[in-house]
């Protein structure tokens, strides 16, 4: 048996866990520079303030529902995912966690009686709301994508109370058919409507396709997407989440800058987070594309970007740095004001099939990187870094509604006062 267990609008209910104030209050997360809507709690969805739209656009929509508007507070979203997936971990004989407010359960040596997960799945929604304050949805099934519906209908479904299960004919029928094809996991808006074109418009209809026909017209994805969802297992973790074979770290800047130190500084920070997540997945990177722009919105448009080449496959932040400030002066020009920037990691390949270049000594330091991801993970990111990475922080974003950091800062873990 597999199980789901999904945050419910996880960034905005993680703003609510040390705020007990606005915990039954209308809550809305932006994105970067409070460009546009993230999250929606429940409550403020139940005012139809909709997602992914910008907020200037809906800023008097919601100042006339008394909504509360809130930064994205990255750290303080780690730091609760972290102690949130700890707490869903114990339930289980093997988790993955899949993203930061999602996790994968599969269970082996668990096998209560029938409907009894109805019970484990409360208990588990229990035991996170008590130790973390955060609201989950829990969906349970024989293979990972029906886990994924049941999830789906747990959440979003009339009739379920925060825990679907699919160990039957009749609950998967009963499920399958009041979900549509997008609402699958992997399938997606682009290939629903292919899916519509050939008169399957839900779960149900796709389940009933045999799976090599769905195989020839699309992939072999669908293959084990049909299959699955007929209760036969076809993914494994790995299946789950691939090695990326690119990998970008880019951002547009609070407010326009001009200095090349603060370009550059930006520059290096980009990398940083490249290298950090090249290693993290044991990738090196042959090549390394570098830009730098000002907004479309400008008089005249500018955009620089170069592609650096290195001499032998690398994840070393150091070595990346210096590949940014040997070109830096070919992507720079003064007068311009620049709004984004970034870097991308391309032709990426494994780090255990490297092969050495008799004529180019690498320059590396593996030791030294191991230290720096090792620090960084027990004293929280961005402890340790590189100097030129912290010459100019004038161009970080803009979070002009940011809540404390309750966790990672001690100047704001919360004070409780007894008189």
């Given at each position: 048996m597999y199980a789901l267990v999904d945050a419910v609008a996880f960034y905005a209910s993680a703003e609510k866990v040390f705020d007990p104030v606005i915990r039954s209050k209308p809550v809305v997360v932006l994105t970067n520079n409070d460009g546009?809507?993230?999250?929606?709690?429940?409550?403020?969805?139940?005012?139809?303030?909709?997602?992914?739209?910008p907020y200037f656009k809906v800023k008097q929509l919601l100042a006339q529902n008394n909504v509360v508007i809130r930064s994205s507070n990255y750290e303080l979203y780690a730091d609760l995912s972290d102690k949130m997936m700890n707490v869903i971990g114990r339930f289980c004989d093997v988790q993955?966690?899949?993203?930061?407010?999602?996790?994968?359960?599969?269970f082996n040596g668990y096998t209560p009686v029938i409907n009894d997960w109805f019970a484990y799945g409360h208990t588990i929604r229990r035991t996170v709301w008590r130790e973390t304050k955060l609201p989950v949805g829990v969906g349970f099934g024989s293979t990972a994508?029906?886990?994924?519906?049941?999830?789906?209908?747990?959440?979003?479904?009339?009739?379920?109370?925060?825990?679907?299960?699919?160990?039957?004919?009749?609950?998967?029928k009963a499920i399958l058919q009041r979900m549509s094809c997008q609402d699958i996991w992997g399938i997606g808006k682009r290939l629903a409507k292919k899916l519509k074109v050939m008169n399957i418009h839900t779960a149900w209809q796709l389940a009933q396709q045999n799976p090599n026909s769905m195989r020839r017209a699309f992939s072999v994805v669908v293959e084990r997407t049909v299959?699955?969802?007929?209760?036969?297992?076809?993914?494994?973790?790995?299946?789950?989440?691939?090695?990326?074979?690119?990998?970008?770290?880019?951002?547009?800047?609070?407010?326009?800058?001009?200095?090349?130190?603060?370009?550059?500084?930006?520059?290096?920070?980009?990398?940083?987070?490249?290298?950090?997540?090249?290693r993290k997945q044991k990738s090196l990177t042959k090549q390394l594309y570098i830009f730098a722009a000002s907004s479309s919105h400008e008089s005249v448009f500018y955009k620089k970007s170069y592609m650096y080449t290195f001499a032998s496959p690398t994840n070393d932040t150091c070595v990346m740095a210096n590949a940014v400030s040997q070109v830096f002066e070919q992507i720079y020009q003064p007068g311009i004001r620049y709004y984004k920037c970034g870097v991308g990691a391309l032709e990426l390949i494994a780090q255990q099939f490297q092969q050495d270049d008799l004529f180019n000594e690498r320059t590396d330091n593996p030791p030294l990187m191991n230290c720096l991801d090792a620090i960084n993970k027990r004293y929280g990111k961005g402890m340790l870094s590189l100097a030129s990475s912290k010459l100019n922080e004038g161009w970080h974003m803009n979070r002009n509604f940011l809540s404390p950091q309750y966790t990672t800062r001690w100047r704001d873990i919360p004070k409780i006062y007894c008189e």
């Open positions: 546009c809507i993230c999250a929606v709690c429940p409550i403020a969805r139940r005012l139809n303030i909709p997602k992914f739209v993955h966690v899949y993203s930061i407010d999602e996790s994968f359960l599969h994508t029906l886990a994924k519906a049941a999830n789906h209908a747990a959440k979003k479904l009339s009739g379920f109370n925060g825990v679907a299960v699919i160990n039957c004919e009749a609950s998967r299959n699955e969802l007929n209760g036969i297992p076809c993914l494994n973790w790995d299946d789950v989440r691939q090695d990326k074979r690119e990998i970008f770290s880019t951002r547009s800047f609070g407010e326009r800058i001009y200095e090349p130190t603060a370009l550059k500084t930006a520059l290096i920070n980009h990398v940083t987070v490249v290298a950090s997540k090249l």
